[in-house]
């Protein structure tokens, strides 16, 4: 995520100060749509779109497992940032061989100036490119992994349905309440420069927690009898949590582990088949703990805690 500002683009894309010291998270810029109508603007069409993530990313997560799930993988091309947010936003690193495959760009902040020669805005993974106009599609993960769903159906994709329409009313319910006090409220607990703000977060996040864990001990998954997209939006950050929110972004009221419902939850997801293949756990801590210097001027990144999603225990022996 990055911000232009004064010709430099900045990992300082977000503003306490005229918020109480509270978190607040911009809006996306681009939101149009890939469709399965060959006439739309942007017809769903083989190896036509490319996807730009961070690893790192839990938003851009959410796409990476869509596009694993879905069979998406040889008609979506895909290019990966380095894990470390510097000055400059997200970077490449071919000497890593985290390279921008499409443009061979430096910086991500690059792929947007290419949509738009004077954007000044955020500068964030996901990003769906449109080889074919040149031009980027959407850069909202929320729209993305619906795109993923259903518009590349009818090309050979895998016909499983994560927001079926009979859900649909009550996916949308579960998923307003996870954004904005679990996605978005580690965030908000992490990045808040006041005490109150602080604490006004952390217990809204504590407190949806023990609602989902309440909800999981009446049923396996959180809408229905089978996985839907309100799971695969939540599990990006319940993996995430004990790693990387718990201890550096303060949300440490209990860890995930300490909730037994959440915990066999997250493990079951972590299995479905593809999805361990999509969590790396090396760019998501280098990139929190060294990629936010106000709150970890050090750059130290921990080295536990050590976690076993295959295990009902969560733990594994040092090498």
């Given amino acids: ?45 083989k190896g036509r779109y490319h996807l730009y993530v961070s690893y790192a990313c839990p938003w851009a997560h959410r796409t990476l497992i869509f596009r694993a799930l879905k069979g998406l993988n ?19 690193d071919r000497d890593a061989g985290l390279c921008d495959h499409l443009k061979d760009h ?61 859900l649909r009313t009550e996916i949308d319910k579960v998923n307003a309440r996870v ?3 679990v996605n978005n409220g580690v965030y908000k607990s992490g990045f808040a420069t006041t005490q109150s703000a602080y604490e006004e977060a952390v217990i809204k996040l504590f407190d949806t927690l023990d609602w989902l864990e309440g909800r999981l001990s009446r049923q396996r998954y ?20 004990d790693p990387v929110y718990h201890g550096h972004f303060k949300c440490n009221l209990r860890k995930l582990n300490e909730y037994p419902n959440l915990w066999a939850y997250t493990r079951d997801l972590y299995q479905q088949p593809g999805i361990k293949d999509t969590v ?15 709150i970890n001027p050090s ?12 295990s009902p225990h969560g733990r594994e022996k040092l090498s």
């Fill in 222 to 241: 959180l809408v229905g009898n089978q996985i839907t997209e309100a799971d695969w939006r939540l599990f990006t950050t319940l993996v995430r949590f």
């Fill in 74 to 92: 040889d008609m979506i091309g895909v290019s990966v940032v380095h894990w470390h947010m510097g000055e400059n936003g997200w970077q490449f």
């Fill in 179 to 181: 954004y904005h006090d």
């Fill in 106 to 166: 430096d910086f991500m902040y690059q792929v947007y100036t290419d949509a738009k020669s004077d954007y000044t805005g955020r500068v964030t993974v996901p990003v769906l490119w449109d080889k074919k106009t040149n031009r980027l599609v959407n850069n909202e993960s929320a729209d993305i992994i619906r795109m993923f769903n259903t518009a590349f159906d009818g090309l050979g994709a895998n016909d499983v349905d994560f927001y079926p329409e009979e």
């Fill in 299 to 310: 750059g130290v990144v921990p080295l536990g805690p050590i976690i076993d999603f295959e």
């Fill in 1 to 45: 995520m990055g911000l232009l500002v004064d010709g430099t683009w900045q990992d300082k894309w977000y503003d306490t100060k005229s918020t109480g010291g509270k978190f607040k998270r911009q809006d996306s810029a681009f939101r149009n749509w890939v469709s399965s109508d060959p006439n739309s603007e942007f017809p769903a069409a």
């Fill in 280 to 294: 790396f756990m090396d760019h998501i801590k280098r990139h929190y703990y060294q990629s936010h210097p106000t």
